[in-house]
């Protein structure tokens, strides 16, 4: 006997086999329904898809391309990212913190040149090269970065670490930073400029189309196409559009080539792309800046209240109303004469009750008065929750914990901080190494060809021209802010099991705390020998004696 299967619903009801045939029909009555839709018929294989629910029937976003999302109102999200970081405690706070974390007031350049790379063509390029390259390049790095007269800035005015920060911060409110390279031969004097090379940054509102004319294939709001989608021109104004002082620079517009004919960098145009052609960066505060926007205005309406409630603190409550006091002198037409005896009435018994008891003055009520109190505007207990929800969000966006955002530890254990730093890190990493990428690094190796065309770099005889190997040259890391720790014993521990079991080097560890391992041999060694110069006994934190332990392994042999 042949056994016939059973189909159940989601209820676990067995299913009618005249259901079951109904439906193989394609009858109106058996119409498959959404995958997870419930009771509304859906020929859609795609809950996502479906344009006749309730939740997703008015829902129909376009789809475009990045530029014509983001060009036409780029300048709008701008100009109200710009006025979170001014107006916006929470906002300057993350963004104050983001590039404290990151960029800092100095990053340092630790020069690694590719010697492996260069050594395919020439043979004398090793780690001994490499080593006596970096010391060099450094030192001239670091009186160009750090010059007292600013001469690596155009305007005379910020380290490059300083101009740097800023860029960081146009990348994060406005969505993108720029920066031009200009040629000032005539600064180079004794006691002032030692190179030519400077930096110039520019504010990213002044990159736009020339007279505000549309889009077109080859201009996307400011910046120059090719065929290829090449950025290989951007059309800067010569002052910002609300610089009434500047009226008319502001309506004349510069083209200026992404690089020279012979390679050398002009600008450095840094944002974060989302999708492919994509031409302009777009604010990290885009997804969240109406939630900080109705945040605000929650805190506003809040501190209203609380301003009322401390205003009118106190009031008089008392029985007799205009209608008693009416009724009482039974003269309804002289409603004014009335109210005016009642008051009398009051006055006349707090003017004669003048109590005082060791000279203090006691308060008296007129009959059937009591004194009531205002309720505050409900305190903070029922916004804290609120407001830290709201800011999750805001953390979410920014790739922060939550705690750095609302400052707000008290209910973070040890692992749950140490948790969300560690997540945080992996953002904070990926900002610098796409800025490192992006704009530090270019922007070093421009000024590097400098001093190559003025032999003050260390190269073997032969050695291949720096236009031609400028990534192996320029290569190297850079060392920002160090990382700190929240459990000093614990973390430090950690450090030295994972170096001694082969996990980490010494040059990665010192560069999470924002050091250089060489620097930090080189001071240990001299702080060693002048202890020893001055007879003071080795410190426990020097390390293991290996000379004292192979004497004692000598004896007890």
Same mark, same amino acid.
């Given at each position: 006997?042949?056994?016939?299967?059973?189909?159940?619903?989601?209820?676990?009801?067995?299913?009618? %086999?005249?259901?079951?045939?109904?439906?193989?029909? *394609?009858?109106?009555? *058996?119409?498959?329904? @959404?995958?997870?839709?419930?009771?509304?018929?859906?020929?859609?294989?795609?809950?996502? !898809?479906?344009?006749?629910?309730?939740?997703?029937?008015?829902?129909?976003?376009?789809?475009?391309?990045?530029? &014509?999302?983001?060009?036409?109102?780029?300048?709008?999200?701008? +100009?109200?990212?710009?006025?979170?970081?001014?107006?916006?405690?929470?906002?300057? @706070?993350?963004?104050?913190?983001?590039?404290?974390?990151?960029?800092?007031? &100095?990053?340092?350049?630790?020069?690694? %040149?590719?010697?492996?790379?260069?050594?395919?063509?020439?043979?004398?390029?090793?780690?001994?090269?490499?080593?006596?390259?970096?010391?060099?390049?450094?030192?001239?790095?670091?009186?160009?970065?750090?010059?007292?007269?600013?001469?690596?800035?155009?305007?005379?005015?910020?380290?490059?670490?300083?101009?740097?920060?800023?860029?960081?911060?146009?990348?994060?409110?406005?969505?993108?930073?720029?920066?031009? !390279?200009?040629?000032?031969?005539? =600064?180079?004097?004794?006691?002032?400029?030692?190179?030519?090379?400077?930096?110039?940054?520019?504010?990213?509102?002044?990159?736009?189309?020339?007279?505000?004319?549309?889009?077109?294939?080859?201009?996307?709001?400011?910046?120059?196409?090719?065929?290829?989608?090449?950025?290989?021109?951007?059309?800067?104004?010569?002052?910002?559009?609300?610089?009434?002082?500047?009226?008319?620079?502001?309506?004349?517009?510069? =083209?200026?080539?992404?690089?020279?004919?012979?390679?050398?960098?002009?600008?450095?145009?840094?944002?974060?792309? /989302?999708?492919? +052609?994509?031409?302009?960066?777009?604010?990290?505060?885009?997804?969240?800046? &109406?939630?900080?926007?109705?945040?605000?205005?929650?805190?506003?309406?809040?501190?209203?209240?609380?301003?009322?409630?401390?205003?009118?603190?106190?009031?008089?409550?008392? %029985?007799?109303?205009?209608?008693?006091?009416?009724?009482?002198?039974?003269?309804?037409?002289? /409603?004014?004469?009335?109210?005016?005896?009642?008051?009398?009435? =009051?006055?006349?018994?707090?003017?004669?009750?003048?109590?005082?008891?060791?000279?203090?003055?006691?308060?008296?009520?007129?009959? *059937?008065?009591?004194?009531?109190?205002?309720?505050? @505007?409900? *305190?903070?207990?029922?916004?804290?929750?609120?407001?830290?929800?709201?800011?999750?969000?805001?953390?979410?966006?920014?790739?922060?914990?939550?705690?750095?955002?609302?400052?707000?530890?008290?209910?973070?254990?040890?692992?749950?901080?140490?948790?969300?730093?560690?997540?945080?890190?992996?953002?904070?990493?990926?900002?610098?190494?796409?800025?490192?990428?992006?704009?530090?690094?270019?922007?070093?190796?421009?000024?590097?060809?400098? %001093?190559?065309?003025?032999?003050?770099?260390?190269?073997?005889?032969?050695?291949?021209?720096?236009?031609?190997?400028?990534?192996?040259?320029?290569?190297?890391?850079?060392?920002?802010?160090?990382?700190?720790?929240?459990?000093?014993?614990?973390?430090?521990?950690?450090?030295?099991?994972?170096?001694?079991?082969?996990?980490?080097?010494?040059?990665?560890?010192?560069?999470?705390?924002?050091?250089?391992?060489?620097?930090?041999?080189?001071?240990?060694?001299?702080?060693?020998?002048?202890?020893?110069?001055?007879?003071?006994?080795?410190?426990?934190?020097?390390?293991?004696?290996?000379?004292?332990?192979?004497?004692?392994?000598?004896?007890?042999?």
């Amino acid at each position: 006997m042949t056994k016939v299967a059973t189909i159940y619903d989601s209820g676990g009801r067995a299913i009618a %086999p005249a259901a079951i045939e109904r439906i193989r029909s *394609g009858g109106q009555r *058996g119409r498959m329904r @959404g995958a997870l839709g419930g009771s509304v018929p859906n020929m859609m294989p795609y809950d996502a !898809a479906d344009f006749s629910s309730q939740e997703l029937g008015n829902w129909y976003p376009p789809t475009r391309s990045p530029d &014509s999302n983001i060009n036409p109102y780029r300048d709008r999200i701008a +100009g109200r990212a710009q006025d979170l970081r001014r107006n916006d405690p929470w906002a300057s @706070g993350a963004i104050n913190r983001i590039l404290d974390s990151t960029i800092g007031a &100095s990053y340092r350049l630790v020069s690694k %040149p590719d010697y492996r790379a260069l050594s395919l063509q020439n043979r004398a390029f090793d780690a001994v090269w490499a080593q006596e390259y970096r010391q060099v390049v450094e030192a001239l790095w670091r009186n160009y970065a750090e010059d007292l007269g600013h001469y690596n800035d155009v305007t005379l005015q910020r380290t490059m670490s300083q101009q740097w920060r800023i860029a960081l911060g146009h990348k994060l409110v406005d969505g993108e930073s720029l920066i031009i !390279a200009q040629w000032r031969d005539e =600064r180079i004097a004794p006691g002032a400029a030692r190179y030519a090379t400077c930096f110039q940054g520019v504010h990213p509102d002044r990159l736009s189309n020339p007279y505000g004319m549309q889009d077109t294939r080859y201009m996307r709001n400011g910046v120059e196409l090719d065929d290829d989608e090449v950025h290989v021109a951007y059309h800067v104004r010569r002052a910002h559009q609300y610089d009434w002082y500047n009226a008319v620079e502001s309506n004349e517009w510069d =083209r200026i080539e992404r690089q020279d004919p012979d390679g050398w960098r002009r600008v450095y145009h840094d944002f974060d792309a /989302d999708q492919f +052609g994509q031409s302009r960066g777009v604010s990290v505060f885009a997804p969240v800046i &109406s939630k900080l926007k109705m945040l605000a205005r929650l805190y506003g309406v809040k501190l209203q209240a609380e301003n009322v409630a401390a205003a009118f603190g106190l009031y008089v409550e008392s %029985p007799f109303d205009v209608e008693m006091v009416r009724n009482a002198l039974e003269n309804e037409e002289d /409603d004014e004469n009335a109210y005016g005896w009642y008051q009398q009435m =009051r006055s006349d018994f707090h003017s004669e009750r003048d109590l005082n008891v060791n000279g203090v003055r006691v308060a008296t009520l007129a009959p *059937g008065e009591k004194i009531q109190s205002v309720a505050p @505007g409900g *305190g903070q207990q029922d916004v804290t929750p609120f407001a830290h929800e709201m800011l999750r969000a805001v953390s979410v966006c920014l790739g922060t914990s939550a705690e750095e955002v609302h400052n707000d530890y008290s209910d973070a254990s040890w692992s749950s901080a140490r948790a969300g730093i560690v997540q945080s890190e992996k953002t904070y990493n990926r900002r610098c190494d796409e800025f490192d990428m992006n704009t530090a690094t270019p922007m070093f190796a421009t000024w590097l060809e400098e %001093p190559f065309e003025r032999g003050e770099v260390p190269l073997p005889r032969n050695a291949p021209s720096f236009i031609e190997n400028r990534t192996a040259y320029a290569r190297g890391r850079w060392l920002g802010v160090a990382r700190g720790w929240v459990d000093p014993v614990a973390e430090r521990q950690g450090v030295v099991l994972g170096l001694d079991a082969g996990l980490s080097t010494m040059e990665d560890e010192c560069a999470k705390q924002g050091t250089d391992w060489e620097e930090n041999l080189e001071q240990r060694a001299l702080e060693y020998q002048r202890m020893t110069e001055l007879g003071l006994p080795r410190p426990q934190w020097f390390g293991i004696d290996q000379a004292a332990m192979h004497n004692a392994q000598q004896s007890e042999q």
